[in-house]
């Protein structure tokens, strides 16, 4: 055992897998041989674990058992490895707590300390118990892999813990553990440059070092389709499918608003039909009742007056006829000559004195004479008598023709009276029905009359005009209100905007001032790092190279007095001069004072990151600040947005309620002018109706008026036949009166002449007789002749005395009560007239009531028509109809209500406007399906519908896309797609260089590798000439292109996307270079899709080239370096390279201090090599302070080479048992 | 002259190879980056490069709204009568998609499923397609997949999910829509057959 080096000195298994105890020791060589599935990789799989402690990183297949079930199958199973060092050994044992713990001991390993007296394993706590008992220390349990490797690589800062390390690596010993599993795990595999790349790379990084292609992609797909949704969002045609949208939306919308209000009306318009069809019955029968009694009251009492009025009329006719009668009698009074008669009867009296006084006087002269005069008086009386019988016979025949006549006269003036007044009865009568039928008709006309001016002053339609107009008014207010709000959120929306756009403007000026200044500072840095760069390429050739491979501390002498330029100058050819040494120019100066001014490699190294940090910082910042600047744009987006959209939505309903409004305005106005030109022709046809019955009636009326006058024409005429044939009757009737009476009057007179004659000669004869006898006959003559002319005035007064007694009678019983008749005629004809005047007023207001009631009967009958008609119309053509379905709830739903449409209108029109509704929708729909049919289904819009949708989906889907364009929501996927295009690009870029950083890793590795290879003693065997090992460029077509993003980014700092859809031509060039980011992404991006590749890691940054001549073969540059000879040479060059990897790694990643250490190289199966070589390979690693553990197949003398070497047995119980094969080591 | 001369998109050949096969590029299309290719072509510079080229081996593209397509200068009444029977079977088709509850229009998206079921829920519309010819299939679903099968392949609809197998309706549909709104039916009276009837393609 080698005692002077820390080394991995031992091995036991306690129950692990199928070995129940193995104690292997491992400070030398190491080969294990055994038969394939003896458990040879098992163990050393179990030694591995020692160095890597990553159960997930032994080459275990994911079919077999994980590490910790298949080895620590017990809970007393132990795997234990001892560490020798300098003085005393110590030892880790790693046993399962649930999980894999590890805890370590400061003592060698002793099987006491696990073993009970009957070779039983103990029990964790038990064996924690014995060794404390025993005074040694023990450490607390490691729980982490982690924490046990920074123990075992000396990283570890716990001091208690710290003494138990193998080596003492740097920051970079996680390379050994790697390098370590990488040669166990490769060594299997072919010899592929490709696998030496992967080495090493795994070997300087870590899993997540490397660029997730899958996670790329899926930037660069999000990206993608961001990209293409906002493009095809800002395609005319979308953008014309946008207004189609919108634009059929408010028409739908209107629609099936208009619809539903329709609906509603029809629904109150059912209800109150079905609640109103009663009580309007009834309104109507009322109606007719109050009409009946109506016309009953006014026929009564036109009943009544006209009796009065009869009565008044009698009377009227009473007095007329007796006044009539009494100027009749008055005139014929007159022509009688009554005024004469009663003069001269008012002489009688005195007339009658006079005859008595002339009779005495005629007596006393003829008192002396009386016998002759009683002789003479007597023939004279007698003769007289004779005259007088002869007189008074004439007198009686004439009388009695006289009286013949006039009798015959009498009966004619009877039959003409009698026939006048047949004639006069028939006129009366004809004229009497003409006369009712003229006053029939003029009380007609005279209704007709006050009809017309009943329908003058009737406002037809009042309360539906008035309805009208006080909801015109309501409209007109509420439109002004809206008006005025509109033009307030206009203005608010015009205020918003511009406050948006100055935030806007405010951000964008910020970043980009921003973006300025950092890449301003960027420039600067960068210029720095070239400078830094410029220095140290030159540094090999220049004095500080020199200085730094022939000065010895020359930074503490040189380095405080030189200038840093001069430092870096590759013309100044310096040279050593011994004799100047430790002076300048031969001056010696005292420099430990002095501040040194030169700086190493190191801090040339370290200014650069410094640089390439604060660049990193710097473009970190701005990217914060980007972000900062697009949150604080969205959050401006979404609060002016939601402002905006809100008010514009407010301002699009107003509109809209404002358009919606006007409509409804002009729809009003319209019938409003309707109901106005209804009401205005209803009277006209009204006046119309009456007019033409007016001018019926005024026609017939004239028409009878003309019959009258024909027929009292006729009657005239035949009443003037009648009297004239009368009158000639009556004057031939007293013309044979007259001409027999007169012919009776000559005879008369004749005879009467006789008589006087013979009265004269008596007389005569008498006179002679009183002459004779002495008596004055002239006196007695004179007296006589008076009394003659007394008697023959009293005769004529006799002849009147009929008619002035007549004549008094009637002038006191008539003549003189004639004004009393007139007056009381007036007063009558009056009381007629106000009569008739009431009659009058009664009618008129009878007809206008009767035609109110008959008005609002027939508008009860009509409504209730209108209703049925309705109602039927409804059940019979519209309860069936989808349009019922449709809008059944508000229909069903609606408040009894009167409103100005009847029902079958409403149902015709809600048919009609459903059937133009549907057209409308169905464009709508088709705008909708072709607007996201642009989309992709999975747009991050979310413009997607269903072909199923509702129509509640499609009107949402319109509301959505109203939304963001209000909100202007593409603006903010433009900017979240603009950051997104930038962090993408970055994200590759930082990646790209953050892989491309160790790039010079690897280039350093192969250089060391490369001078490993050289200084192998490989010309000592002459086996193999030598192994070069050179880097190429990477043809890696995705990694070119992350290259070449990498390159854009840098040369175009940040992509700052303002141009990204940008088409203003200010900022075309910013344009230009996002058309070029987004090119090479899309790139990128079907690149990925060709190369079906997961990740880019370190290895395909470059190619890796052998060049390697064993004998006479030289393979030449290659990548594969698996035909250089037999497979023994392959198996060597491999275990050579993987050696080299490994020293390589090991050296880099150690602390310098600590060089007394060494590791294992596992390499399993190296059976198929030769001897020769074997012996060759082992001498390699020892050199570089490396035992090898190999695995041989059998026993075949190669294992005498190695120090240790164990066999493998399977036993009968299925347990392996390892135990050391007894043989020489020849040579190690 | 070579292709080069006419400074033409590098997507040239993919053009062609669509619309030479009597298809159509819509701009609604997004397999295969169709509407990037509608894109291309719908480019004004493009479009006349294109046309002058294609003109040249006797293609000519057609421009109709929102999607491309080829006609064949001076083509033989033979490969017209074929179109036409070949447009023939889409009356059928056109009508019942056209009679669907859920109307079928120019970026719709439906399943064969959805069609089949409200087929088989309403006779009308079983009947409708029964009576397309040309399908020999046996049940209405697997009809109706072969219609949008048809359909796919000339491109009138495209497969937007395999999955769901989910179609959309491409802007190419129009095209179909306007030949079918152009064909009018005519009676004839005058012929003894009382069935006689025709069509006329506008």
């Known amino acids: 055992m080698e005692t002077n080096c820390r080394i991995l000195n031992r091995i036991v298994e306690i129950n692990i897998s199928n070995v129940k105890y193995a104690d292997i020791e491992l400070s030398g060589n190491t080969c294990f041989v055994g038969t394939n599935n003896f458990g040879k990789t098992s163990l050393q799989r179990a030694i591995l674990f020692f160095y890597s402690a990553n159960s997930r990183g032994l080459g275990i297949s994911a079919s077999q058992k994980p590490f910790e079930e298949h080895y620590f199958r017990y809970e007393n199973s132990y795997l234990i490895y001892e560490i020798a060092t300098e003085d005393k050994a110590f030892f880790v044992m790693v046993y399962r707590h649930n999980k894999l713990v590890f805890r370590f001991v400061d003592a060698p390993y002793n099987p006491d300390f696990f073993f009970t007296a009957n070779d039983e394993a103990m029990k964790i706590k038990e064996i924690i118990g014995n060794l404390e008992k025993r005074g040694i220390y023990i450490s607390n349990q490691i729980d982490t892999f982690e924490r046990y490797r920074n123990i075992i690589y000396g990283t570890e800062t716990d001091k208690q813990l ?52 899958e996670q790329v992609e899926r930037q660069l797909r999000q990206f993608n389709e961001k990209y293409s949704d906002i493009e095809t969002y800002l395609k005319k045609e979308s953008q014309q499918l946008i207004e189609l949208i919108d634009k059929k939306y408010d028409q739908v919308h209107m629609l099936k608003g208009a619809q539903m209000e329709m609906a509603d009306k029809l629904g109150s318009s059912l209800r109150f039909a079905e609640t109103q069809n009663e009580s309007i019955r009834e309104a109507s029968k009322k109606k007719e009742e109050e009409l009946d009694v109506l016309t009953a009251e006014h026929e009564t009492l036109k009943e009544n007056i006209e009796s009065k009025q009869n009565d008044i009329r009698e009377e009227i006719g009473y007095y007329d006829r007796t006044i009539r009668d009494a100027n009749k009698k008055l005139k014929a009074y007159k022509e009688q000559n009554v005024e004469e008669a009663l003069e001269k009867n008012q002489e009688r009296e005195k007339l009658q004195v006079e005859l008595n006084i002339a009779r005495r006087e005629y007596e006393s002269l003829t008192s002396n004479v009386a016998s002759i005069e009683m002789k003479y008086s007597t023939l004279i009386e007698q003769l007289r008598n004779d005259k007088s019988a002869y007189i008074n016979k004439i007198n009686s025949r004439t009388s009695e023709i006289f009286n013949h006549y006039n009798e ?46 009943v329908i003058r002053t009737t406002r037809f339609y009042e309360q539906e005009i008035k309805d009208l107009e006080s909801e015109l008014a309501e409209l007109r207010a509420v439109s002004y209100k809206n008006k005025s709000e509109r033009a307030i959120k206009q203005n608010m929306v015009q205020t918003l905007q511009r406050e948006w756009e100055a935030l806007e403007l405010k951000l964008k000026s910020s970043l980009s001032n921003r973006v300025n200044q950092t890449n301003n500072e960027i420039i600067k840095l960068k210029n720095e ?110 609060k002016f947005g939601k402002q905006l959209g809100e008010m514009k939505e407010d301002v699009k309903v107003l509109t809209y309620s404002l358009e919606l409004a006007d409509k409804r305005e002009h729809k009003l106005g319209s ?70 009476i007169s012919e009776l009057e000559v005879e008369k007179k004749n005879q009467v002449k006789d008589y006087e004659n013979k009265e004269d000669e008596l007389s005569k004869e008498k006179d002679t007789n009183f002459k004779s006898k002495g008596v004055d006959a002239k006196q007695l003559k004179g007296v006589e002749n008076r009394m003659k002319e007394i008697q023959e005035a009293l005769k004529e007064i006799e002849q009147y005395a009929q008619i002035v007694s007549d004549y008094l009678k009637d002038k006191r019983e008539i003549f003189d009560k004639m004004p009393d008749f007139i007056q009381k005629k007036e007063e009558f004809v009056k009381s007629n007239n106000d009569l008739t005047t009431q009659v009058e007023e009664a009618t008129r207001k009878f007809n206008t009531k009767r035609m109110d009631l008959n008005k609002q009967k027939r508008a009860f009958d009509e409504e209730l028509i209108d209703f049925n008609n309705g109602i039927n119309f409804y059940s019979n053509n519209f309860r069936e109809t989808p349009v019922y379905t449709k809008y059944s709830d508000i229909i069903e739903r609606a408040e009894a209500k009167r409103t100005n449409y009847n029902i079958m209108d409403l149902c015709t029109q809600l048919l009609k406007n459903d059937s133009h509704f549907n057209e409308e929708y169905g464009a709508f729909q088709r705008y909708v399906n072709e607007f996201a049919g642009k989309f992709k289904i999975d747009n991050h819009f979310n413009f997607i519908i269903r072909n199923d949708a509702s129509q509640g989906e499609y009107e949402r889907f319109a509301q959505n896309l109203r939304s963001f364009i209000n909100e202007n929501k593409i603006e903010l996927s433009i900017a979240e797609t603009a950051t997104q295009i930038g962090l993408v690009t970055d994200s590759i870029a930082t990646k790209v260089k953050e892989l491309s950083g160790q790039k010079d890793k690897i280039q350093h590795i192969i250089t060391l590798i490369a001078e490993d290879f050289k200084k192998a003693e490989f010309e000592e065997s002459k086996l193999i000439e030598f192994i070069k090992i050179r880097l190429e460029e990477s043809d890696n077509k995705v990694y070119k292109l992350l290259k070449r993003i990498q390159e854009f980014r840098e040369e175009n700092g940040l992509v700052y996307n303002e141009g990204l859809f940008n088409t203003d031509f200010a900022t075309g060039q910013k344009r230009e270079i996002s058309g070029r980011a987004v090119k090479l992404l899309d790139q990128l991006s079907s690149a990925i899709k060709e190369q079906e590749q997961e990740e880019i890691r370190l290895q395909d940054l470059f190619e890796l080239k052998f060049n390697i001549k064993e004998g006479m073969n030289e393979t ?20 050579i390279i993987y050696i080299t990897l490994l020293h390589v790694f090991i050296k880099e990643s150690s602390h310098r201090s600590s060089k007394d250490f060494k590791v294992h190289c596992i390499i399993d199966e190296v059976g198929q090599i030769s001897a020769h070589y ?55 | 002259m070579l292709a080069e001369d006419f400074n033409l998109p590098k997507q040239t050949h ?60 001076h083509e033989p009444n033979s490969e017209l009568e074929k179109k036409l029977e070949r447009f023939e079977r889409y009356i059928d088709i056109i009508d019942l998609l056209a009679s669907m509850d859920n109307k079928i229009t120019i970026g719709s998206r439906f399943r064969p499923s959805e069609i089949a079921e409200e087929c088989n829920a309403n006779v009308r519309l079983k009947q409708k397609l029964q009576k397309i010819p040309l399908y020999r299939s046996e049940t209405l679903h697997n009809k109706v997949r072969e219609i949008c099968d048809l359909m796919s392949r000339d491109s009138f609809l495209e497969m937007e999910d395999e999955k769901t197998e989910s179609y959309k309706v491409l802007d190419s549909y129009a095209y179909l829509l306007d030949v079918i709104n152009s064909v009018a039916i005519y009676e004839d009276t005058g012929g003894n057959t009382d069935d006689a009837q025709g069509l006329i393609y506008n």
Do not use: C
């Open chain 1, 408 to 453: 015959l006269q009498l009966l004619q003036k009877n039959e003409y009276n009698k026939r006048d007044a047949e004639l006069k009865q028939k006129r009366d009568e004809s004229l009497g029905e003409v006369n009712s039928e003229v006053t029939a008709k003029q009380i007609e006309f005279n209704e007709l009359k006050s009809e017309e001016k």
């Open chain 1, 1116 to 1135: 030449g540059w290659t990548h594969k370096i698996d035909s250089i000879g037999s497979t023994g040479t392959d198996i060597l060059v491999k275990a």
């Open chain 1, 1174 to 1228: 074997l012996r060759e390979l082992l001498r390699f690693a020892k050199n570089r302070n490396i035992m090898m553990i190999n695995g041989l197949p059998n026993k075949s003398g190669l294992e005498s080479h190695y120090k240790y070497t164990y066999q493998f047995r399977r036993e009968e119980n299925n347990n392996v048992r390892i135990f050391p094969s007894i043989v020489t080591e020849v040579e190690a």
């Open chain 1, 529 to 638: 790092i070239k400078d830094i760069e410029g220095k140290l390429n030159v540094q090999h050739d220049a004095f500080y190279g020199f200085l730094e491979k022939n000065v010895k501390n020359w930074h503490n002498t040189i380095g405080k007095v030189v200038n840093e330029k001069l430092l870096f100058r590759t013309d100044i050819t310096p040279e050593m001069k011994q004799e100047t040494a430790d002076t300048l120019y031969g001056i010696s100066l005292n420099l430990e004072t002095v501040e040194v001014v030169s700086k190493s490699i190191e801090e040339y190294q370290f200014e650069k990151n410094e640089r390439l940090a604060a660049i990193r910082d710097l473009e970190e910042a701005l990217n914060g600040f980007q972000t900062a600047n697009n949150e604080e744009k969205m959050l401006a987006a979404d």
């Open chain 1, 671 to 740: 019938e409003l002018e309707e109901w106005r030109h209804k009401a205005g022709v209803e009277v006209e046809q009204s006046l119309t109706g009456n007019r033409q019955r007016l001018n019926i009636i005024e026609e017939e009326l004239t028409l009878l008026n003309k019959k009258k006058n024909n027929l009292l024409a006729d009657f005239d005429n035949q009443f003037n036949k009648l009297k004239v044939y009368n009158d000639e009757r009556l004057a031939e009737l007293k013309e044979r009166q007259e001409t027999e």
């Open chain 2, 14 to 73: 993919d053009i062609f190879g669509i619309m030479a096969r009597g298809n159509f590029i819509s701009s609604n299309g997004s397999k295969d980056g169709m509407n990037r290719l509608y894109d291309i072509v719908n480019n004004p510079d493009n479009f006349d490069r294109l046309q002058a080229y294609f003109n040249v081996i006797r293609y000519n593209i057609e421009r109709g709204n929102n999607f491309f397509y080829f006609s064949k200068l």
């Open chain 1, 162 to 213: 710290s003494k138990f390390h193998l080596l003492k690596g740097n920051e970079k010993y996680q390379n050994i553990p790697k390098s370590i599993t990488n040669v166990f795990l490769s060594s299997k595999s072919s010899v592929d440059s490709r696998f030496i790349k992967d080495f090493i790379a795994n070997s300087l990084t870590t899993e997540s070092s490397s660029i997730k292609l």
